[in-house]
């Protein structure tokens, strides 16, 4: 019965002190960015270890080695949880954003990327990559609506 009490002690400190730890990194405008891994391109290549910068050149994925990633005109298509196979690489108790960025035009090539983070990140990557707004389906009318 003790063995209980102190493992459950051990929990509440380990919970207590990575929130606490969160806290401090939000309070101080994170200025490191936000962990994550990325799949770039979206659903292709490996998992690799990064951070999502914001800034007023934009969002960019700094990958721990390698070129940047700029995100013009970055949009969240879809959230998910890990698959199986992907908990492996990656914290299955993540969140993968799939993401589309670039216009085509201009110059700016289009792409997509998935960006796991932690929960508690989540948040804070969608405050810096907006979801997109669904486009309504012509198909799909709804005889209700009369507009």
């Not at 400190?13 to 799949?39: F, N, T, Y």
């Not at 292709?44 to 969002?59: D, E, K, N, S, Y």
Request: aromatic residues 4%; proline residues 10%.
């Amino acid at each position: 019965m003790i063995e209980f009490l102190v493992g459950a002690a051990a929990a509440v400190g380990v919970g207590w002190l990575v929130r606490r730890k969160q806290r401090q990194r939000l309070a101080a405008g994170s200025p490191d960015g936000i962990p994550c891994m990325a799949r770039h391109p979206a659903g292709a290549g490996r998992w690799r270890m990064g951070r999502v910068f914001t800034g007023p050149g934009g969002v960019r994925w700094v990958p721990r080695r390698g070129e940047p990633v700029p995100l013009p005109g970055g949009r969240a298509t879809g959230l998910r949880a890990p698959s199986v196979k992907e908990g492996i690489s990656i914290n299955p108790g993540s969140r993968i954003v799939a993401c589309t960025y670039g216009t085509g035009g201009a110059g700016a090539a289009a792409g997509s990327i998935e960006i796991a983070v932690m929960p508690l990140d989540l948040r804070e990557l969608l405050e810096a990559v907006p979801q997109a707004v669904p486009q309504a389906d012509p198909a799909r009318h709804d005889p209700k609506d009369l507009s």
